[in-house]
Antibody
């Protein structure tokens, strides 16, 4: 069974940093690209970043370029999102989602940016 | 404002057929395949349709997808109360180099 479990969310002040993690199991992690998608409270889905299986291809949405960094450790079956210079508008549930098809999603981790 | 355009709401009675539209452009829907997700409150999105019209294992054949040009649609036949959820379309955008989503459609079963 495919499982994706996010962690690392919490309350952070504007300008602060957080590192999200996504632990994958139930599939060959190193064979799949991975995504981060977020959902602000009461709002729709927003894709924010993609990393290919071997980390050679990385994409970001414009609103997070230069502030967020996606990475992965295939030996640990883990995906990461380093978030710096956080803003109030980054407040959202952050989901990791598998592959170029974005088929399986984790349960999400809530990031709240507030003073 | 979302790159893909969906109606904010849709409704139907049990047993009815409803459709939800998704409008995009030449850089996303026209050139790439479309996914559909449904989401219940407090839960992650679940893939309903991929590659325009394919259903993952376990998704009932009451759900079907289609695509024509820069638009796509999701059809739900034999509407059931448990179909009440938010529905999102998504596609890769070649200009943005990223996935784009519709704003979501809240389906109400009357």
């Amino acid at each position: 069974e495919v499982q994706l479990v996010e962690s690392g969310g919490g309350l952070v002040q504007p300008g602060g940093s957080l590192r999200l993690s996504c632990a994958a199991s139930g599939f060959t992690f190193s064979s799949y690209g991975m995504n981060w998608v977020r959902q602000a409270p009461g709002k729709g889905l927003e894709w924010i970043s993609y990393i290919s299986d071997s980390s050679t291809t990385i994409y970001y949405t414009d609103s997070v370029k230069g502030r967020f960094t996606i990475s992965r450790d295939n030996a640990k079956n883990s995906l990461y999102l380093q978030m710096n210079s956080l803003r109030a508008e980054d407040t959202a549930v952050y989901y990791c989602a598998r592959g170029g098809t974005v088929d399986y999603w984790g349960q999400g981790t809530l990031v709240t940016v507030s003073s | 404002q979302s790159v893909l355009t969906q109606p904010p709401s849709a409704s139907g009675t049990p047993g009815q057929r409803v459709t939800i539209s998704c409008s995009g452009s030449s850089s996303n829907i026209e050139t790439n395949t479309v996914n559909w997700y449904h989401q219940l409150p407090g839960t992650p999105p679940k893939l309903l349709i991929y590659s325009n019209n394919e259903r993952p294992s376990g998704v009932p054949d009451r759900f079907s997808g289609s695509k024509s040009g820069t638009s796509a649609s999701l059809a739900i036949s034999g509407l059931q109360s448990e179909d009440e959820a938010d529905y999102y379309c998504a596609a890769w955008d070649d200009s943005l180099n990223g996935w784009v989503f519709g704003g979501g459609t809240k389906l109400t079963v009357l």
